[in-house]
């Protein structure tokens, strides 16, 4: 008894650890990639602030991949084999469903299903992992969403970045509906209303704010900026929630390799991103004109600014809460519920707001966010998202099969519900790591 309790003790005092290092983590990662676009540097040639949101696209992608390094080191040599054998195991009795549609199991893996030892698991399989395009395809959605959310929170607080990013259950649902052929509870369509209605509450409190003249460069962006900031940060969430959904898919059509662990699929879409946005993308966006020392981001420029200790300061800062910030995500899926998880990324965003109303009104107004009536009606929007979110983490999802295949209904009808809360968690389990990175 003794042990049991102390066991339970241990286990309360790390999920408080992950909760805490979420919110933290999380707001540091936030608030220092907004700051570094509000700071003055007094190094740079052409400009006078750190407006380099594809350079941080770029780094983004560098935290991510720290996360491979830790689980490489740590995870992978003590889950990644039993995991394996545990998910062939489930290949091997259950044939896979691509589409809708049941396929064939090959007869050698029907004369491995006979088997005593794959049955007993005292003779493991080892599956082969998931193909390099696998990453390279969530790479490529992950690249164009983040730098549309950088691009967009140019103009936007860190709080409502936040907030915008967090409709994202909105669009999973929309795409698992189209895309996944499930069906939705009443429930959860009246929840995505709920949302909808914060997303607009919350647009239009960004447009009520007005500009301020006394502000200095970090906080002059005019209406029409902060409109094009909102669009371009809903679309980044459309296209990660759509890369939720690719992931669900492709998945699927691997049911014959191993399934990756979450921070294997961050980590490697960290080293492609890194890749892609280090040698491709800002090469490109350095030849092409712009306002940016007369380039659409000056690379050299950049390198320029790293003079300043504070802009070092936060872009590791950033790296490193996104790094910490994806593994705390990870254990937060595995430990918590997706409404406490949810809730938790309430209260994080609510730090962030705190913290930056701290900054304006404490070390100056050119950082943070000040408040006003308008702030009345984010609140209000902000309410209106958790709630709705809360209320569709709560309802349960279940999985139609395809339009004319009566012959799912049988059977398997019996483990669609099984299938659709997987899955359902896994999305939830995305949705909580490199998509709240700004």
Known sequence: ????????????????????GTLVAGAVASLAAKTLFQINVSQSDCQHSFKKPFFLTCAMFVGEALCLVYYQLFVSPKTSFAARRHHAQASL??????????LDVPDEQNDQID????????????????????????????????????????????SLNLMFRGSMSVFVALFSVCLL???????????????????????????????????????????????IGVILTIASAV????????????????????????????????????????????????SIGGDDCGRQEDAIDTLKQFQDPLVVLLVIA??????????????????????????????????VWAISVILYYSVGKSYGEQIGLWSIVELCGFVLLIGGSVLYSKAKETQLPAKGDASLIDERSSETYDEAETDYQRMEGDKNRAVYTS
């Not at 009795?93 to 049941?102: C, E, Q, R, S, T």
């Not at 088997?115 to 992950?142: A, E, H, K, M, Y």
């Not at 994806?326 to 730090?351: C, D, H, I, Q």
Request: glycine letters at 6%.
């Open 1 to 20: 008894m003794p042990y049991q309790q102390d066991k339970e003790a241990s286990a309360k005092r790390w999920t408080w650890t992950v909760i805490f």
């Open 93 to 102: 009795i259950d044939a896979p469903v691509v589409g809708g549609a049941l």
């Open 115 to 158: 088997s005593p030892s794959i049955n007993r698991g005292d003779q493991p399989v080892d599956l082969p992992s998931v193909p390099v395009w696998f990453f390279l395809i969530l790479c490529t959605f992950d690249l164009t969403a983040s730098t549309l959310n950088f691009i967009g929170l140019l103009w936007i607080t860190a």
């Open 181 to 227: 052929r499930r069906r939705l509870a009443v429930v959860q369509w009246v929840s995505v209303a709920i949302v909808v209605a914060g997303l607009a509450t919350v647009g239009f409190s960004s447009y009520l704010k007005p500009k301020n003249p006394d502000d200095d460069d970090g906080n002059t962006a005019t209406s029409g900026e902060v409109v």
């Open 239 to 286: 296209l990660n929630s759509f890369q939720n959904v690719v992931e669900e898919l492709l998945m699927k059509m691997l049911s014959n390799y191993a399934e990756p662990h979450p921070l294997e699929i961050v980590g490697w879409e960290g080293v492609f991103g890194t890749i892609l946005s280090g040698f491709v993308m800002l090469p490109i966006v350095h």
């Open 318 to 351: 950033y790296v490193l809460g996104l790094a910490l910030m994806n593994y705390f995500s990870m254990e937060l899926s595995r430990l918590l519920s997706a409404v406490v998880r949810n809730l938790v990324s309430g209260v994080r965003t609510v730090l």
